[in-house]
């Protein structure tokens, strides 16, 4: 019994280590994981390299620069919505600004919850050095001391996609070697698995911000291709995505329109929104992936505590690939939920 105790709170000790070390050490563990899960992604084009005898390092290279030339190509796509979402910052608080002083000439009677408000929208030493009416813009000096940091996680990103996609093999026969219940054909369906969730979900996101943006377009909201844009990301981070994007219509709504059609463009969100996760996702997605809503919420509320916007992105299909390798060697289904709604 005590012998129990004594391992129970040693392993205990020893998941609170590890997860100290991976938040101490983000800028190292974030992009080597972030790169495994991509490789793992792409397994289908590694698998069509072998079909095709390509050698093993022409077609890690093949990979690597295809996946880095896709990202620098949404990262260019994005830049100009990005950049316009930024200049409108000044426009939209200054709108919000409006209507917050409206409402405080509503509730004259109400000084104090008025000086709250006002103290919130137009804090007192507001104008400084490097911001344009109360946005904070990246000054040169930012740029360069987080240069060196970005550089160092992209070479560290690179570098292991790069010898994970060239030893993908060699790391699969090691691991059902050392560890006896997981065999490869686990590993390599758990690969499966996980790209075709995050293909699938990519597709089906990429539609979705596409049909956001044709109705905020139709419903005369401004900067409607940026709508959809955030749409389309922020519904890769389940759950806290929509409702942070629910919170961002709710306040555009109120700045651009006037009366019950402030709401419109939240309502019609939140519609869509419902369509998409109950009928949409679900159908295309399949019962082959589905997991325990809970799981999906706690695995999201800890990796983004632990990595921010990083582990938001890769709780889901980490969680996959765990949830599908247990199932592998245990040979029964680890939780059960929504088909498809992960």
């Known amino acids: 019994m005590r012998s129990t105790i004594n391992t129970l709170c040693l392993g205990i000790l020893t998941i609170i280590a590890v997860f100290i070390v991976l938040h101490q050490a983000k800028a190292l563990f974030a ?9 793992i992604v792409l397994t289908p084009l590694s698998e069509l390299w072998e079909k095709l005898r390509v050698p093993d390092a022409i ?6 620069l295809l996946a880095l030339a896709s990202i620098f190509f949404i990262i260019l796509l994005l830049e100009p919505y990005i950049s316009q979402a930024i200049s409108q910052g000044p426009v939209i608080q200054a709108e919000l600004r409006e209507t917050v002083e409206e409402a405080q000439r509503l509730l004259r009677g109400l000084e104090e ?17 490097g911001s344009i009416e109360g946005v904070t813009l990246p000054s040169l000096t930012d740029a360069l001391f987080y240069a060196p940091q970005f550089a160092a996680q992209f070479l560290i990103f690179t570098g292991t996609l790069y010898f994970f996609l060239l030893a993908r093999n060699a790391v699969y026969d090691w691991l059902s070697a050392t560890t006896a219940p997981i065999g490869q054909r686990d590993l390599r369906r758990a690969a499966a698995q996980v790209s075709r969730y995050v293909l699938t979900i990519s597709a ?4 979705f911000g596409a049909v956001v943006a044709v109705v905020m377009y139709w419903i005369g909201m401004p900067s ?32 651009v329109f006037d009366g019950a059609v402030s709401f419109l463009p939240v309502a019609i969100y939140i519609g869509m929104n419902a369509i998409e996760a109950q009928f949409v996702t679900p159908t295309l997605v399949g019962k082959s992936l589905s997991v325990n809503p809970l799981l999906v919420f706690v695995s999201l509320v800890f990796w983004l505590w632990l990595w921010g916007p990083i582990g938001g992105i890769i709780a889901i299909p980490l969680l996959i690939w765990t949830l599908t390798v247990v199932k592998g060697f245990n040979g029964q289904v680890i939780s059960d939920g929504t088909p498809g709604k992960i």
Do not use: R
């Open 204 to 207: 089906i996101n990429f539609s």
């Open 59 to 64: 077609a890690a290279f093949l990979s690597v």
């Open 113 to 129: 919850i008025s000086e709250d408000v006002a103290a919130a929208i137009e804090p007192s030493g507001a104008t400084n050095e």
């Open 224 to 255: 409607p291709i940026v709508w959809g844009l955030l749409a389309c990301l922020l519904n890769f981070v389940l759950y806290l995505g929509p409702v942070a994007l629910i919170a961002m219509l709710t306040v555009t709504g109120i700045v």
């Open 31 to 39: 992009p080597l994981l972030a790169a495994i899960l991509l490789g």
